[in-house]
């Protein structure tokens, strides 16, 4: 390793990016971020024009470089997360033939059920590691070849954000890695390559996609013109680093099986390092490529985890937002020490916080969120705890999910995002999970994670590894108390026994199109 160089990293994601600099031993000199919106051309679609994403990229770095006032020649390498999922087609000029769109985008309803019929969820998920799902790109790439073909005609390559983004940095080549694609939901898992039966079969030529490399690979250096709107030196190295989780992944030292991190931000999503495909008889998590070359990721996400706390303090904690701008405080911090005063398990008041479906284990677009358990006995104390309780339920669905496929408890969970700031709610997790979990100095792990990749890919590391042993390092760790273990393992009984009773009942399904009818 090349000693006192810094490193810089870029997290290009769904609503902004972050700019980081840090040196060799992960500590973090500087970061920017820029806000960025999507578009909403018609209900349900979801779109972002790349161009304008990167003048914000340019804005982030420059605002970095300037906060730092380090030598841009300082800076041994830039590696990239990105969001995954999100496409958009190119001409020979790499010029955009349309805005991006983005993986939340919902208008391929009529190409996700052709999916189902014509190649069957069971071969499906065989193929490509994961379940069928209007998330992945597969079904919005058959939307645009059936419903644009004069577009179609003209692309040259269909492109992730990442591979865009490097090419206007200076990228010589345009080539992707499976750690980048889980998403796409068009690989072939086995060969971590482009599956072009799938390809074939929604008429999509497999040249019009990046060739497949390895994830933390130099791919070029900054170029003269990107030199002048990033501030970054010219002929600085950059590499592919992975997508977004994938990079979370490698930021929280996920790199042996039998590791796993929890990010819980908006959603909540968690990834495993896994050193060969497993089998998932139940087809209940994602199976893609690691930021580690040749390796794969587990993975499993809830839609709303951060977003229902949020929720709670947007619709009922006014209270604790007026207390805390009088204080200056964080509200969240007010409403957490509430929560902290009502007992484990929040006197049998249970909060479902499936407010935009059942992502892991079971992928019900209909599940709505709830409660149940509540009397006369409950008060706000309880209502916020249950929300903090509720989010940890339905990870363990995911954990235990996860653990049936690898076979064995996880060795280590380590905690990342703005959930992870919380003591109150790492306490809880500890106790929910009934497994010691591990904070981390750098929680902001996703674009740590993208600057370990680059720094790997450009040589400053002569591994991965050995990229993480040097930049990641525990906090500390929180045991779980055994004895509300007990009582939250058989609240968490009643807990998924009612999810399950709800969706095989159809109510859930039903509730929704009554929503739809009335108030859609």
């Keep these: 390793?090349?000693?006192?160089?810094?490193?810089?990293?870029?997290?290009?994601?769904?609503?902004?990016?972050?700019?980081?600099?840090?040196?060799?031993?992960?500590?973090?000199?500087?970061?920017?971020?820029?806000?960025?919106?999507?578009?909403?051309?018609?209900?349900?679609?979801?779109?972002?024009?790349?161009?304008?994403?990167?003048?914000?990229?340019?804005?982030?770095?420059?605002?970095?470089?300037a906060k730092t006032n380090i030598d841009p020649?300082?800076?041994?390498s830039l590696g990239i997360s990105s969001q995954?999922?999100?496409?958009?087609?190119?001409?020979?000029?790499?010029?955009?033939?349309?805005?991006?769109?983005?993986?939340?985008?919902?208008?391929?309803?009529?190409?996700?059920?052709w999916i189902k019929e014509t190649i069957g969820e069971e071969k499906y998920h065989e193929v490509s590691g994961v379940p069928v799902s209007s998330m992945w790109s597969y079904s919005k790439m058959k939307w645009f070849i059936d419903k644009k073909p004069d577009l179609y005609e003209k692309t040259f390559k269909i492109l992730n954000g990442q591979e865009y983004f490097l090419y206007r940095l200076g990228a010589e080549e345009l080539s992707t890695d499976p750690a980048s694609i889980t998403l796409n939901g068009m690989m072939d898992i086995e060969k971590l390559d482009w599956s072009r039966d799938l390809?074939?079969?929604?008429?999509?030529?497999?040249?019009?996609?990046?060739?497949?490399?390895?994830?933390?690979?130099?791919?070029?250096?900054?170029?003269?013109?990107?030199?002048?709107?990033?501030?970054?030196?010219?002929?600085?190295?950059?590499?592919?680093?992975?997508?977004?989780?994938?990079?979370?992944?490698?930021?929280?030292?996920?790199?042996?099986?039998?590791?796993?991190?929890?990010?819980?931000?908006?959603?909540m999503v968690m990834v495993a390092h896994i050193d060969s495909r497993k089998k998932d008889k139940n087809r209940s998590v994602l199976m893609g490529g690691s930021g580690i070359p040749?390796?794969?990721?587990?993975?499993?996400?809830?839609?709303?985890?951060?977003?229902a706390l949020k929720w709670w303090r947007d619709v009922y904690a006014n209270a604790e937002c007026r207390a805390a701008e009088q204080l200056g405080l964080d509200v969240y911090d007010i409403i957490t020490l509430e929560a902290s005063k009502s007992p484990a398990g929040s006197k049998g008041f249970m909060f479902y916080p499936c407010f935009q479906g059942q992502s892991t284990p079971s992928y019900h677009d209909f599940a709505r969120g709830g409660s149940i358990g509540l009397s006369f006995i409950h008060d706000r104390k309880d209502m916020a705890r249950a929300i903090l309780e509720?989010?940890?339920?339905?990870?363990?669905?995911?954990?235990?999910?996860?653990?049936?496929?690898?076979?064995?408890?996880?060795?280590?969970?380590?905690?990342?995002?703005?959930g992870s700031k919380s003591e109150l709610?790492?306490?809880?997790?500890?106790?929910?999970?009934?497994?010691?979990?591990?904070?981390?100095?750098?929680s902001e792990c996703t674009t740590l994670g993208a600057t370990i990749l680059g720094a790997a890919g450009c040589g400053v590391f002569g591994s991965v590894e050995e990229g993480v042993e040097s930049m990641v390092h525990t906090r500390d760790t929180i045991e779980p108390d055994m004895k509300l273990n007990e009582l939250y393992e058989e609240q968490y009984e009643i807990f998924y026994g009612g999810f399950r009773a709800l969706m095989e009942s159809g109510t859930y399904e039903r509730l929704a199109r009554f929503q739809q009818k009335h108030w859609g």
């Design 199 to 267: 390809c074939e079969r929604i008429g999509l030529d497999s040249d019009r996609l990046p060739p497949m490399g390895t994830p933390s690979r130099q791919v070029g250096v900054v170029s003269k013109e990107a030199s002048r709107e990033t501030g970054f030196a010219e002929a600085m190295p950059i590499a592919i680093g992975a997508g977004d989780q994938q990079c979370a992944a490698i930021g929280a030292g996920i790199v042996h099986e039998g590791m796993a991190e929890i990010t819980i931000g908006t959603a």
């Design 73 to 76: 020649k300082k800076i041994a």
């Design 84 to 113: 995954r999922g999100t496409f958009v087609p190119v001409d020979k000029k790499i010029s955009p033939l349309m805005s991006s769109i983005v993986w939340s985008d919902g208008r391929a309803s009529s190409e996700l059920e």
């Design 294 to 307: 040749n390796k794969w990721d587990m993975e499993g996400l809830t839609f709303t985890a951060g977003a």
């Design 390 to 418: 509720g989010v940890s339920f339905e990870t363990k669905m995911v954990i235990r999910a996860m653990e049936e496929v690898l076979g064995k408890q996880f060795d280590a969970l380590r905690l990342s995002g703005g």
């Design 1 to 65: 390793m090349k000693e006192n160089r810094y490193l810089a990293g870029l997290d290009i994601g769904t609503t902004g990016v972050k700019a980081l600099i840090a040196d060799t031993k992960g500590r973090i000199v500087g970061m920017a971020y820029r806000e960025y919106p999507c578009e909403i051309p018609h209900p349900g679609w979801v779109e972002q024009d790349v161009l304008m994403m990167w003048k914000k990229i340019c804005e982030a770095t420059r605002e970095v470089l």
């Design 425 to 442: 709610w790492n306490h809880i997790q500890a106790d929910i999970y009934g497994r010691t979990v591990e904070r981390l100095e750098v």
